[in-house]
């Protein structure tokens, strides 16, 4: 019975040793160190994102204008036919049914000898090389989207492929649902290929961009009063407080929810301090490799830092 009494109060010692172990590791505060960045030069664009599906840019019913017994019947279903040829015809001389576009004719709903009345849908026309998708813009986004844009495409059937097209139509009436309007924004793909009809699409709409100037990402400029400051980083100086260093005043131009662009205020290559902090190996906290603060950061077109990515793509705002 002693020996059993004396196995518990060791165990008992040694699980309450542990336990007061781990807990005063977790309550040891976590060792500050700055995140820092350099200042690049390249190119910064301004996208907004969204997914839709394909659908045809003429696509329409043929209908009859005229009550008449048909004639002839020029065409075959599924066969090509080009703006303004003849499909049908009729006995009383009245002017014949043409194809309003080049296309497919998709359906054919007569034959020779019946008669039709004035609206009734004869057949169908559909146009397999001209291609639009429409994708759903957040109310806070519409404002920046223009026709004739540069839309980049992808096709969840093709994903190693990218599609271009332009934006041809912002719709002038939203939707409202769950609290957010949201509004139509359809692009025409310009050169669709093997993209069919129903196919899902993701896109991004080129709204605004500046060539060859300076950027930082998003998290380094923060706000005194009306004024803007970016913390620069004191030279050989690592393992100080996150954001510390020299406060410079900065004036920005074009950002997206990764990077600002920075018109005056700083040099190329000078490095800056993130007001983000990177907590000690052992700690449990928020984010990856133990970073808490910021986002994750994605490279602008013509190279930048390599930090890491942050989830899925954002939607963008055109200026501070």
Avoid: C
């Avoid at 007061?20 to 500050?32: N, T, V």
């Avoid at 096709?155 to 957010?180: I, L, M, Q, R």
């Amino acid at each position: 019975m002693k020996k059993w009494l004396m196995l518990i109060a060791v165990l008992v010692l040694v699980i309450g040793g542990s336990v007061w172990f781990f807990m005063k590791e977790k309550a040891e505060p976590a060792a500050a160190r700055s995140v820092t960045a350099k200042v690049e030069k390249g190119d910064l664009e301004v996208q907004i994102s969204g997914s839709g599906s394909v659908a045809a840019v003429n696509s329409e019913d043929i209908t009859s204008s005229v009550t008449a017994e048909v004639d002839e019947v020029l065409v075959e279903k599924n066969e090509l036919v080009e703006k303004g040829d003849e499909l049908i015809t009729f006995t009383d001389g009245s002017d014949p049914i043409t194809a309003p576009f080049d296309g497919t004719v998709t359906t054919l709903d007569v034959e020779a000898g019946d008669r039709i009345s004035g609206s009734d849908a004869v057949a169908h026309v559909t146009d397999y090389k001209k291609l639009k998708t429409t994708v759903s813009v957040d109310e806070l986004d519409i404002p920046s989207v223009k026709k004739g844009q540069t839309v980049d495409i992808k096709a969840s059937a093709f994903e190693d492929e990218t599609f271009t097209g332009k934006v041809t139509t912002v719709a002038k009436e939203g939707t409202y649902e769950n609290g957010v309007s949201s509004f139509d924004v359809t692009i025409q793909i310009d050169k669709p290929r093997d993209i069919k009809i129903g196919m899902s699409t993701e896109v991004s709409i080129l709204t605004n961009h500046a060539k060859d100037v300076l950027y930082v990402p998003i998290e380094a400029v923060q706000s005194d009063g009306e004024k803007k400051y970016v913390n620069v980083q004191q030279a050989g100086v690592t393992d100080v407080a996150a954001g510390t260093g020299t406060k410079t005043m900065v004036e920005t131009g074009i950002n997206n929810d990764r990077y600002i662009e920075l018109t005056s205020g700083l040099e190329e290559g000078q490095e800056i301090s993130l007001p983000i902090t990177i907590s000690n190996e052992n700690r449990t906290g928020g984010g990856s490799n133990g970073m808490r603060g910021g986002q994750g950061m994605q490279m602008p077109s013509g190279g930048g830092m390599q930090m890491p990515s942050g989830g899925g793509m954002p939607s963008d705002r055109g200026g501070q």
